[in-house]
Structures are given as C-alpha cells and as structure tokens.
C-alpha cells in the first residue's frame, strides 16, 4: 500500500468531517460532537493501523536459469522447499520471508522453463512437417532433438533431484 494512502485517507476523512462539521450539517443529521469525534478517532486508527501493516517488501535476484536442465533442477529443488513449508500447520513471518525469497527461483525457472517449451513446440512442428513429406532424415533429426529435451523437462516429476 503506498505511504501517501496511509496518510491521506485519514486526513480526507477527518477533513470531510470537519467540513460537515464547518457547515453545520451535522447538526440537521442529526449526529453529535461525540459522535464527530468517534469518527475522527476511527480515521486516525484506521491510519496508524494502516501504516504499522505497510512494511517494506524487500526484492531478491533468485537464481538464475542459463539451461533447461539448470531451471528444471531449481524447479524441482524449490518447489520441494515450497511444499515442506506450506504443509507447516502454522508458517511463521520467517517461512512466509522463505517463501517470498525462493518464489524468485521458481519464477526465473518457469522462464527459461516457457523459454524451452516454446522452443520444442516448433521442433516437434519440424517433426510433424518432415513426416508429411515422408522426410525420414529430417524427422530422425527433429525427433532426436525433440525427444533430448522430452528427457529433461520429464525429470521435474523425479523424486531423484
């Protein structure tokens, strides 16, 4: 949340109804100083609360994912950290902070992860186009690369990581 809404929202609002207030409306709705008063308290509240939640989230790099075979290692490894500590009946600030740190693996991952798989969507297309053509060099070729990258993206279910 940023700080100029934790701090303006209780001023608008106490504004609004010191404006009330200034006009006398309050008076013709029937609403007393205690009540004006209740309210402006609740605003201020409703700001410090506000602003004591608002802490700074801080960023980190994560490991990067220079391979197929480098992002599905991380994948599998920081996923099986993900689940040991969501399966935690109770998560403390620090496994929240863990999960926080390790998302940024995971992300990086799943884009060289996407990186590849949009890749071997067009060589399997190479496969598919050769076997048209009855093109058996070509769909050995396209089929060896394509099953290479089949090999490495299956080992993200392997418990063996």
């Known amino acids: 949340m940023p700080w100029s809404f934790v701090f303006v929202y209780p001023i608008i609002f106490a504004s609004l109804v010191i404006v009330v207030y200034v006009n ?7 609403i007393n100083m205690k009540v004006i008063n209740y309210l402006a308290a609740a ?3 409703f700001g410090v609360a506000t602003m004591a939640k608002a802490e700074t989230v801080e960023h980190f790099k994560g490991e990067s994912a220079e ?5 599905v290692t991380h994948f599998k490894r920081y996923n099986d950290r993900l689940e040991t ?16 740190e390790l998302t940024y693996t995971l992300e990086n991952a799943l884009a060289k992860i996407n990186e590849e798989l949009d890749k ?3 060589t399997l297309e190479e496969v598919h186009l050769a076997s048209e053509k009855y093109d058996a060099d070509a769909v050995r070729d396209h089929g060896e690369a ?7 993206i299956s080992k993200m279910g392997d418990s063996k990581s």
């Open 85 to 100: 500590l969501l399966k935690k009946e109770s998560m403390s600030a620090e496994d929240v902070t863990k999960i926080h």
């Open 146 to 152: 394509y099953m290479e990258v089949i090999k490495t």
């Open 120 to 122: 071997l969507a067009a």
């Open 67 to 71: 391979s197929l075979e480098e992002a």
């Open 43 to 45: 605003a201020l509240s």
């Open 24 to 30: 006398g409306s309050y008076l013709h709705l029937g």
